[in-house]
Protein backbone atom coordinates (compact mmCIF):
# COMPACT_ATOMS: atom_id res chain seq x y z
CA UNK A 1 0.00 0.00 0.00
CA UNK A 2 1.29 3.47 -1.02
CA UNK A 3 1.75 5.88 1.87
CA UNK A 4 0.50 9.44 2.10
CA UNK A 5 1.48 12.42 3.97
CA UNK A 6 -1.63 15.56 3.95
CA UNK A 7 -0.63 18.93 4.47
CA UNK A 8 -3.52 21.50 5.23
CA UNK A 9 -3.76 25.19 5.67
CA UNK A 10 -6.09 28.19 6.29
CA UNK A 11 -5.10 31.56 6.78
CA UNK A 12 -7.66 33.64 7.95
CA UNK A 13 -11.62 32.63 9.76
CA UNK A 14 -12.83 33.94 7.02
CA UNK A 15 -11.33 30.82 4.74
CA UNK A 16 -13.11 28.65 7.40
CA UNK A 17 -16.16 30.12 7.32
CA UNK A 18 -15.98 29.39 3.69
CA UNK A 19 -15.99 25.79 3.96
CA UNK A 20 -12.58 24.80 3.72
CA UNK A 21 -11.30 24.90 7.33
CA UNK A 22 -8.95 22.80 8.46
CA UNK A 23 -11.35 19.79 9.15
CA UNK A 24 -13.15 19.87 5.58
CA UNK A 25 -9.65 20.06 4.47
CA UNK A 26 -8.39 16.76 6.20
CA UNK A 27 -11.73 15.11 5.61
CA UNK A 28 -11.24 15.02 1.78
CA UNK A 29 -7.67 14.12 2.03
CA UNK A 30 -9.21 11.44 4.06
CA UNK A 31 -11.88 10.05 1.62
CA UNK A 32 -9.49 10.32 -1.35
CA UNK A 33 -6.99 8.24 0.52
CA UNK A 34 -9.03 5.25 1.47
CA UNK A 35 -11.04 5.93 -2.34
CA UNK A 36 -7.46 5.44 -3.94
CA UNK A 37 -6.23 2.67 -1.26
CA UNK A 38 -3.12 4.96 0.78
CA UNK A 39 -2.25 4.89 3.91
CA UNK A 40 -2.25 8.48 5.19
CA UNK A 41 0.31 8.54 7.48
CA UNK A 42 0.48 12.13 8.75
CA UNK A 43 -1.04 15.11 8.04
CA UNK A 44 0.72 18.73 8.85
CA UNK A 45 -0.46 21.79 9.21
CA UNK A 46 -0.28 25.78 9.07
CA UNK A 47 -3.09 27.42 10.51
CA UNK A 48 -3.47 31.20 10.54
CA UNK A 49 -0.77 31.39 7.89
CA UNK A 50 -1.20 32.94 4.74
CA UNK A 51 0.19 31.17 1.36
CA UNK A 52 1.98 34.33 0.09
CA UNK A 53 5.37 32.72 1.13
CA UNK A 54 7.16 29.79 2.04
CA UNK A 55 8.98 31.62 4.99
CA UNK A 56 7.72 30.75 8.41
CA UNK A 57 5.28 27.75 7.65
CA UNK A 58 6.54 25.28 9.79
CA UNK A 59 3.87 22.48 8.66
CA UNK A 60 4.90 22.60 4.97
CA UNK A 61 8.25 22.15 5.53
CA UNK A 62 7.52 19.24 7.61
CA UNK A 63 5.47 17.83 5.17
CA UNK A 64 8.17 18.08 2.88
CA UNK A 65 10.51 16.79 4.69
CA UNK A 66 8.17 13.46 5.78
CA UNK A 67 7.26 13.03 2.46
CA UNK A 68 9.92 10.51 0.62
CA UNK A 69 10.12 8.14 -2.24
CA UNK A 70 7.61 6.07 -3.60
CA UNK A 71 5.46 8.50 -1.03
CA UNK A 72 2.87 11.40 -1.58
CA UNK A 73 2.13 14.73 -0.75
CA UNK A 74 -1.76 15.22 -0.49
CA UNK A 75 -3.22 18.72 -0.29
CA UNK A 76 -7.10 20.14 -0.65
CA UNK A 77 -5.79 22.58 -3.55
CA UNK A 78 -2.95 24.37 -5.29
CA UNK A 79 -3.89 27.31 -3.48
CA UNK A 80 -3.50 25.54 0.13
CA UNK A 81 0.16 24.51 -0.78
CA UNK A 82 0.96 28.20 -2.55
CA UNK A 83 0.30 31.05 -4.14
CA UNK A 84 2.77 31.70 -6.71
CA UNK A 85 3.93 29.82 -9.22
CA UNK A 86 7.52 29.85 -8.67
CA UNK A 87 7.02 28.27 -4.79
CA UNK A 88 4.49 25.47 -6.25
CA UNK A 89 7.56 24.25 -9.32
CA UNK A 90 9.92 24.73 -6.20
CA UNK A 91 7.49 22.29 -3.96
CA UNK A 92 6.88 20.14 -7.17
CA UNK A 93 10.94 19.95 -8.02
CA UNK A 94 11.49 19.13 -4.68
CA UNK A 95 9.13 15.93 -4.40
CA UNK A 96 10.35 14.79 -7.58
CA UNK A 97 13.76 14.99 -6.97
CA UNK A 98 12.90 12.67 -3.78
CA UNK A 99 10.87 10.30 -6.08
CA UNK A 100 7.63 11.53 -4.72
CA UNK A 101 4.56 12.77 -6.08
CA UNK A 102 2.07 15.41 -5.72
CA UNK A 103 -1.87 15.22 -5.64
CA UNK A 104 -4.36 18.48 -5.82
CA UNK A 105 -7.65 17.35 -4.88
CA UNK A 106 -9.56 20.38 -5.95
CA UNK A 107 -7.80 20.01 -9.58
CA UNK A 108 -7.59 16.80 -9.41
CA UNK A 109 -4.09 16.88 -10.42
CA UNK A 110 -2.18 13.97 -9.85
CA UNK A 111 1.67 14.12 -10.74
CA UNK A 112 1.98 9.79 -11.11
CA UNK A 113 0.88 10.61 -14.62
CA UNK A 114 2.49 12.44 -17.71
CA UNK A 115 -0.61 14.20 -18.00
CA UNK A 116 -1.37 14.83 -14.30
CA UNK A 117 2.24 16.82 -14.01
CA UNK A 118 1.87 19.03 -17.01
CA UNK A 119 -1.59 19.89 -16.18
CA UNK A 120 0.10 20.90 -12.69
CA UNK A 121 2.92 23.17 -13.98
CA UNK A 122 0.25 24.50 -16.79
CA UNK A 123 -2.21 25.68 -13.62
CA UNK A 124 0.79 27.00 -11.64
CA UNK A 125 1.70 29.63 -14.43
CA UNK A 126 -1.79 30.67 -14.99
CA UNK A 127 -2.17 30.86 -11.16
CA UNK A 128 0.60 33.31 -11.22
CA UNK A 129 -0.81 35.23 -13.80
CA UNK A 130 -4.11 35.83 -12.28
CA UNK A 131 -2.05 36.89 -9.51
CA UNK A 132 -0.77 39.87 -11.81
CA UNK A 133 -3.47 40.69 -14.04
CA UNK A 134 -5.65 41.09 -10.16
CA UNK A 135 -2.68 43.58 -8.72
CA UNK A 136 -2.44 45.53 -12.11
CA UNK A 137 -6.51 45.70 -11.76
CA UNK A 138 -5.72 46.77 -8.59
CA UNK A 139 -2.79 49.47 -9.14
CA UNK A 140 -4.91 50.81 -11.95
CA UNK A 141 -8.03 51.76 -10.08
CA UNK A 142 -6.20 52.95 -7.17
CA UNK A 143 -4.06 55.42 -9.21
CA UNK A 144 -7.33 56.57 -10.79
CA UNK A 145 -9.08 57.45 -7.75
CA UNK A 146 -5.65 59.17 -6.72
CA UNK A 147 -5.78 61.16 -9.96
CA UNK A 148 -9.61 62.34 -9.03
CA UNK A 149 -9.25 63.01 -5.53
CA UNK A 150 -11.63 60.06 -4.48
CA UNK A 151 -11.14 58.59 -1.18
CA UNK A 152 -8.32 55.28 -2.41
CA UNK A 153 -7.08 54.48 0.90
CA UNK A 154 -8.58 54.11 4.68
CA UNK A 155 -9.27 58.04 5.77
CA UNK A 156 -6.35 59.60 7.20
CA UNK A 157 -5.78 61.80 10.17
CA UNK A 158 -7.07 65.16 9.07
CA UNK A 159 -10.03 64.22 6.40
CA UNK A 160 -13.75 63.04 6.21
CA UNK A 161 -14.54 61.50 3.12
CA UNK A 162 -17.48 63.51 2.23
CA UNK A 163 -19.29 61.39 -0.84
CA UNK A 164 -16.21 59.49 -1.66
CA UNK A 165 -13.81 62.47 -1.62
CA UNK A 166 -11.40 63.60 1.02
CA UNK A 167 -12.06 66.76 2.79
CA UNK A 168 -10.32 68.72 5.26
CA UNK A 169 -11.30 68.88 8.91
CA UNK A 170 -10.01 71.57 10.71
CA UNK A 171 -9.87 70.72 14.21
CA UNK A 172 -7.92 67.71 12.78
CA UNK A 173 -5.81 69.59 10.32
CA UNK A 174 -4.53 72.04 13.28
CA UNK A 175 -2.93 68.69 15.34
CA UNK A 176 -1.31 67.79 11.92
CA UNK A 177 0.04 71.17 11.40
CA UNK A 178 1.21 71.08 15.29
CA UNK A 179 3.12 67.40 14.34
CA UNK A 180 4.95 68.73 11.50
CA UNK A 181 6.01 71.61 13.03
CA UNK A 182 7.65 69.10 16.46
CA UNK A 183 8.82 67.06 13.54
CA UNK A 184 10.75 69.70 12.14
CA UNK A 185 11.73 70.51 15.81
CA UNK A 186 13.79 67.69 16.20
CA UNK A 187 11.66 65.44 18.04
CA UNK A 188 11.08 61.54 17.40
CA UNK A 189 8.23 59.83 16.34
CA UNK A 190 7.98 58.91 19.73
CA UNK A 191 8.39 61.27 21.50
CA UNK A 192 5.51 63.07 19.45
CA UNK A 193 3.36 60.04 19.74
CA UNK A 194 3.50 60.37 23.55
CA UNK A 195 2.67 64.44 23.29
CA UNK A 196 -0.32 63.59 21.75
CA UNK A 197 -1.41 60.95 24.18
CA UNK A 198 -0.81 63.11 26.94
CA UNK A 199 -3.05 65.83 25.96
CA UNK A 200 -5.45 63.02 25.32
CA UNK A 201 -5.77 63.77 21.40
CA UNK A 202 -7.18 60.30 19.98
CA UNK A 203 -6.27 58.77 16.10
CA UNK A 204 -9.13 58.72 13.72
CA UNK A 205 -10.27 55.88 15.31
CA UNK A 206 -10.33 56.92 19.02
CA UNK A 207 -7.61 54.94 19.41
CA UNK A 208 -3.82 56.00 20.96
CA UNK A 209 -1.20 57.52 19.53
CA UNK A 210 2.55 55.59 18.24
CA UNK A 211 5.51 55.98 16.30
CA UNK A 212 4.28 53.90 13.51
CA UNK A 213 0.91 56.40 13.15
CA UNK A 214 2.95 59.19 13.75
CA UNK A 215 5.39 57.84 11.17
CA UNK A 216 2.76 57.32 8.41
CA UNK A 217 1.12 60.51 9.14
CA UNK A 218 4.36 63.02 8.18
CA UNK A 219 5.57 60.92 5.45
CA UNK A 220 1.97 61.03 4.29
CA UNK A 221 2.41 65.67 4.64
CA UNK A 222 5.80 64.98 2.65
CA UNK A 223 4.41 62.89 -0.36
CA UNK A 224 1.63 65.24 -0.39
CA UNK A 225 3.43 68.94 -0.05
Not at 7 to 24: D, P
Not at 32 to 41: F, G, K, P, R, T
Not at 135 to 153: D, I, P, S
Not at 194 to 223: C, D, H, P
Request: hydrophobic share 45%; aromatic share 6%; proline share 1%.
Amino acid sequence: MQKAIGYIRVSTQGQAEEGVSMAAQRAKIDAWCIANDMELVAVFEDAGVSGGSMAGREGLHAAMKATTKGMALVAYSISRLARSARDMLAIDETLDRKGADLVSLTEKIDTTTAAGRMGFKVLAVLADFERDLIRERTKMALAHKKANGEVYAPVPFGYEAIEGRLVTVKREAKIVAEIIAMRDAGASFASIANELNGRGIEGKRGGRWFASTVRYMVNRQARAA
